[in-house]
């Protein structure tokens, strides 16, 4: 199994099991150019998250849209592996393609982010991704205080 198989399906084992081998932590997944960090903040794998960060993954690497491992956590409402991504000194400066850091990406108006929210739900539910809106709308003026 690939690593970002292992991270979306949640096997941390065999996650671990990629870090021992030195399997590339930071290898773009083709479609989104996700890194398997980002799959697993995306798809709310904290032990994963956490397992990648320790194995020294580049916090600062970037997908198609110009976003980090912390823009994907902000955006998708991930308090806890945004504090994990903090911790571990990840930049809260970097710009994605549309110009908006981490902190950006979450000072907009949750109705007007939704609908984005609700596509990204269809185009990944196959997947097995699950995000509770109202969490995600909670977590979002929070989320803006820890990036400051």
Known sequence: MDIHTAV???KLEVVKQHIKAGTDMNQKEPMSSATPLMSA???NKPAIAK?????NANLSVKNKDGSTALHTA?????IK?????????ADKTIKNNFG??????VLGEFAQMKPVYEMLIQQLKPMGF???LEEVKKARPMIAK???
Do not use: C, S, W
């Open 81 to 89: 592996m945004v504090q994990m991504l903090l911790d571990a000194k």
């Open 74 to 78: 902000a955006f998708f409402g991930r």
């Open 8 to 10: 979306i399906k949640g």
């Open 130 to 132: 699950v995000l509770n």
């Open 146 to 148: 820890m990036l400051r």
């Open 100 to 105: 908006a850091t981490p902190r950006e990406t």
């Open 41 to 43: 903040i995306t798809f």
């Open 51 to 55: 397992a990648l960060i320790e194995a």
